[in-house]
Each structure stands twice: as C-alpha cells, then as structure tokens.
C-alpha cells in the first residue's frame, strides 16, 4: 500500500464538535452500519468536505475507516487535498486494470485509507453498478470498521442510487439554503427506492453566526440522527 499525504485546511472550533456529534450518531446508528454513501440533492453542497471530515473524524476516534471517492465524474479530491502523486483510482480497478489493493492508499491520518476516484470513464453508472463494485465492498467491510462513499448528487445522476444499493445506509447533505424541501422530499423519495437505510441529514454550510462582519463563518451541523423520519415527515411544510 502506497503512503499519501493530504493537507487539510484548519477548521474551526464549532466545525471540528459537529463532527464529533455526527461521529457519535452515527456510531450509535448501530454496527450493522458499516458501509455509507454520503449524497445530496444538488452539486456543492458540501458532500465531499462532509465525507472526508467523518473518515477522518472517525479514524481519529480509533475506528479503522476507507474513504471511496466514487464521484467518478468530476472528482475534486486529488486537487484539493493537494495530493502531488499520480495515482491510480477506482475506476482503474472497477473497469479491471487494476486489483482492489493496488487503489488504496494510507494517509498522513492514523487508521485512514483511501480511494481515490481515478481517470473520469465515459460509462461511470455502468461501472458502479457491476461485481468488482459489489466484490470491493464486500472485501472493504471486513477490513475496516467503516467504509464511507463519497458520491455525486442524487438529483442530477443515477450513480449514487446505483451506490446505495451496496451501502448499509446514507447520508444526505443539505447546503444551507441551497435547495427547497420539496427538492429534499423528492430526493428522499429516490433514495428511499434503492431501498438503502437513510441514517440522517446533515446541514451544511449554516450560518453559525448573526453578527454580519463574522458572515464568512460557515459550520457544520445535523440533523436528527435518530429522528429523521419525524424531521421528513413533517408533510405539511411546504415551500
Ligand atoms: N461547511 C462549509 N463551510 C464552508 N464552505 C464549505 C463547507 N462545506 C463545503 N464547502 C465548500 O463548498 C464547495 C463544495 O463543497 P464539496 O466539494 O464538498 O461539495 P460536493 O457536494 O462534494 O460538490 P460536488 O457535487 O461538485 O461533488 C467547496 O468549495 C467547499 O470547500
Ligand atoms: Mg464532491
């Protein structure tokens, strides 16, 4: 396994706490639930900063963790995290050039591994939904104590519901102000077909202070863990 390092940026206090508490929820989701896709309704919402920071948050927590980059159109990652390497990534190993040990890489984080999302194929939803995807999942969960997949928006693709039907659960982003409920509620209801457990919401992005010369501050924060279904059910909020 080749050694990587990524360059986080500081956050902030308040960031760095609503990930602990999103860690906590989802360790008490039970241990059943190993494997999660992390999606959103739209691009930007922040699915990417929030799937990374749980792999993190976990690993640093003790848990053995993998983060997939299977956002196979338009990964980011590579660039942001300032990973220098050439690297070869999931595609590489789900169009079968490459085994499943030759894509993952450590990280400069103690218990952190990862998958990066690898040269942009023209057929990205065929590729997630074939059995090297299926047979890497199965493999990654006995390996590690969480599997977190990173993923794009469910409201412009297919390949997260393609991705969900392999994971124990999901996670659904919401910038702050970014989409309408009923976007939300829709979304919901696409996941909900794949038959996937969703473990909660977290809102992004959130304004964490009123005080205008602070505005540029955005945090963190979530959403009713255990309590999502009352949070979606809540039907008579409409836009
Ligand atoms: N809590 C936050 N506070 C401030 N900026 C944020 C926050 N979360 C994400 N961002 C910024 O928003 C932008 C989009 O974030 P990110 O790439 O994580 O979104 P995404 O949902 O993965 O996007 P895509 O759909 O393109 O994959 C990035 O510039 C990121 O740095
Ligand atoms: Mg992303």
Known sequence: MRDIELIFKENSFGYKEAFKSLRTNIIFCGSD?????????????????????IARTLAEDGRKVIYIDADLRKSVVKTRYKVGQKIVGFSHYLSGQNELSDVIY??????????????????????LGNTFFTKAIETLKEKYDYVIVDTPPMGSVADCAVVSRNCDGVIMVIGAGDISFKFAKETKKQLEKTNCRILGVVLNKVQTTKRKYYSGYYGTSYYGYKRTKNYYSNEEIED
């Open 33 to 53: 639930i190993k494997v999660i896709a992390v999606t959103s309704c739209m691009p930007n919402e922040g699915k990417t900063e929030t799937s990374i920071n």
């Open 106 to 127: 450590s990280t400069n984080v103690d218990n952190m591994d990862m998958i990066f999302a690898g040269i942009e194929p023209p057929n990205p939803a065929e590729l």
